[in-house]
């Protein structure tokens, strides 16, 4: 990249605001109007790390959960993976030089990570329904389109659609068609057939409300609607044509207040899930008939999709390796369950998506979910290639059938990432093959009462942890105190850890009862508030 062009590239947003932004556990992430200079740096980023994997890149414009004025932007890798550790660094980097170093860090970067200035760079675009995505999606092809990449704009598409697209595209289309047709195509048909057994199709199983938070996964699953069997019957909420996005609506907010969307119209015992505003997390919920609320989290998808894996891989007569990948997060019940009931091995990683990737990619099929309903399934290529010989070759009819049924899941699973739109479907398919309702599914194990608090302390970093964020190492004290603390209660756990994306430190307690829950996580937090710097008024205690 030669001085004209660094020059060229600087003219274009020398004249914006700086800001300094970090490249987080979800890209760069600010209230919108902080985001335009640091999108002109994310372009100068991809531009580079295509040259380097000579592969597509993808850049994906939203803020998720955050609220409608929020905006931020992340890099997709080649296999539709997360960017790897050591470019989010180097876009960190990029992100804070000033004008007159930029040349010096991009010939250090190159130097670094061996990026040959003469290759191409293609980089794929995607965004969601923010006011202000359109004009920094506009930012960014300026950006590649000067440092003399190409690119292909997909417009409006949930985040999981744009980590699909950009590992079809590095994989010859193996893995998918890259459009959204192919998109679409390839999950209904996995759909289709692989209920196609179901019987409990025709009693109105398959009937469910989608809380769309108002954002990107409405129009999509419009768009989607025409693909699908007319057995599944879907009532699309909170489309976007009335409230605003993630605004008292959503994953996010349903999981957080452990209550319904605002004005969400719930029957008893009716079958709801809500996506978050880009489509790449989701919980379900209902109503019982006296009106309480029941929440299925990520735990509860995890150990629904684990369960059925695991019997396929009996009936197929298989041995592949099989795990669940939690984070601390996890209730200590969907843990005890995988454990003791379903036999199968649990491990912990840290928050964030990347983490639980990683880890879920040691097994032949590695299950991930947060609790806050992001995660998917992983199989390794020889497990997959095993799977797909037996469904074609098997002699036993009962195990082929078995085994079909495992390709279709795997078709119908996005691996690139988790991904609502996917995992209702994979959701749906296995309550109608099991013939269950949302309140059998629910009934599996009982989640243990739990809350989480936030505190806010002068400098969160203060604040390390290990054992996958279990155990507090510094300040040294502050361990000693929740360990005192959580003795105090029945089936009790308690961890604090700095938020990867708000300048705050998050607790989480769970215990026999909620009380003592809602307690355990107070007493935490005002540890963490005394012996962690806090500031502003002590935190509350809860209701
Ligand atoms: C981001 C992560 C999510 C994690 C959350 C934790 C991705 C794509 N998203 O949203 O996985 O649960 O951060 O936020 O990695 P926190 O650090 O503020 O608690
Ligand atoms: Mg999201």
Same mark, same amino acid.
Not at 339 to 357: D, Y
């Given at each position: ?56 890149? *993808? ?32 876009? !960190?980097? =990029? ?38 995505? &359109? ?6 092809? $300026?950006?590649? !389109? ?9 417009? =409006?598409? !949930? ?9 079809? /595209? ?32 025709? $009693?109105g199983h398959m009937c469910l409300k989608i809380?769309?938070?108002? *954002? ?16 599944l019957v879907m009532h699309? #909420? ?28 719930m029957k008893p015992n009716e079958r709801c899930c809500s ?5 790449? /997390?989701?919980v379900y919920y209902y109503n019982d008939?006296? *009106?309480?609320?029941h929440?299925l #989290? ?63 990619? &040691? ?32 002699? $036993? ?27 209702m479907?994979?959701i749906e398919?296995?309550l109608a093959?099991?013939?269950f309702t949302i309140q059998q599914w629910d ?21 390390? !942890?290990? $054992?996958?964020? /279990? ?34 430190? /998050?607790?989480?307690?769970?215990? #026999?009862?909620?009380?003592?829950? #809602?307690?355990?996580?107070? &007493?935490?937090? =005002? ?6 710097? *806090?500031?502003?008024? &002590? ?5």
């Open positions: 990249m030669d001085a004209d062009v660094i020059t060229n590239f600087i003219k274009l947003h020398s004249h914006l605001p700086k800001t300094f932004l970090r490249y987080g556990t979800a890209g760069f992430r600010s209230k919108a109007e902080h985001i335009y200079h640091t999108i002109f740096r994310v372009g100068l980023v991809a531009v580079l790390r295509s040259k380097q994997t000579k592969s597509t890149i *993808g850049v994906m414009i939203t803020a998720s959960h955050n609220p409608e004025e929020d905006n931020g932007v992340k890099l997709i890798d080649p296999l539709g993976e997360m960017l790897a550790p050591a470019w989010e660094e180097h876009a !960190t980097r =990029l992100a804070l030089a000033e004008e007159d170093e930029l040349q010096s860090v991009v010939s250090d970067i190159c130097q670094k990570e061996v990026v040959n200035l003469q290759h191409d760079a293609f980089i794929v675009i995607g965004r969601d329904t923010r006011p202000s995505s &359109e004009k920094l999606a506009k930012s960014l092809i $300026d950006c590649v !389109t000067v440092l003399g990449g190409q690119y292909y704009d997909y417009g =409006l598409v !949930t985040t999981p659609q744009l980590h699909y697209m950009t590992c079809c /595209r590095n994989t010859h289309e193996n893995y998918g068609v890259a459009t959204v047709e192919g998109y679409y195509q390839k999950l209904s048909k996995a759909f289709v057939e692989l209920t196609k057994q179901a019987t409990s199709q025709r $009693d809380d769309c938070a108002n *954002g990107i996964g409405a129009l999509k699953l419009k768009e989607m609607k025409r693909y699908f069997p007319a057995c699309i #909420d909170k489309d976007g044509t009335k409230g605003r996005l993630n605004h008292l609506c959503g994953a996010d907010f349903v999981k957080v207040h452990q209550k319904p969307p605002v004005g969400l119209e996506f978050d505003g880009d489509a790449d /997390r989701i008939a006296a *009106g309480r609320f929440l #989290d990520g735990d509860k998808i995890a150990i629904l999709i684990g369960s059925f894996l695991k019997e396929l891989l009996v009936r197929m007569g298989q041995t592949l390796t099989m795990a669940v990948v939690q984070t601390a997060y996890a209730n200590g019940s969907s843990t005890g369950y995988l454990e003791a009931t379903l036999k199968l091995p649990v491990c912990c990683a840290k928050t964030g998506v990347k983490h639980l990737h990683h880890k879920a990619k &040691e097994f032949d099929i590695g299950v991930y979910f947060e609790a806050n309903g992001h995660g998917t399934v992983l199989f390794s290529k020889a497990a997959e290639e095993k799977i797909r010989h037996q469904a074609k070759e098997e002699k $036993d009819n009962r195990k082929r059938e078995a085994a079909t049924m495992f390709e279709n899941t795997i078709d119908l699973i996005n691996q690139t990432v988790g991904d609502a739109i996917s995992d479907l994979l398919a296995i093959l099991k013939n009934a599996m194990y009982t989640d243990l009462p739990n809350r989480q608090l936030k505190v806010k302390v002068a400098d969160r970093r203060i604040i390390e !942890t290990t $054992d996958e964020e /279990r155990r507090v190492v510094t300040p040294p004290k502050l361990q000693e105190r929740i360990d005192e603390l959580t003795k105090n209660y029945k089936l009790a756990r308690a961890f604090v850890r700095p938020s990867g994306t708000e300048d705050a430190v /998050r607790v989480y307690a769970e215990a #026999d009862t909620q009380e003592n829950a #809602d307690e355990l996580a107070h &007493e935490v937090s =005002l540890a963490v508030y005394h012996l962690a710097g *806090g500031v502003g008024a &002590e935190p509350m205690p809860v209701a």
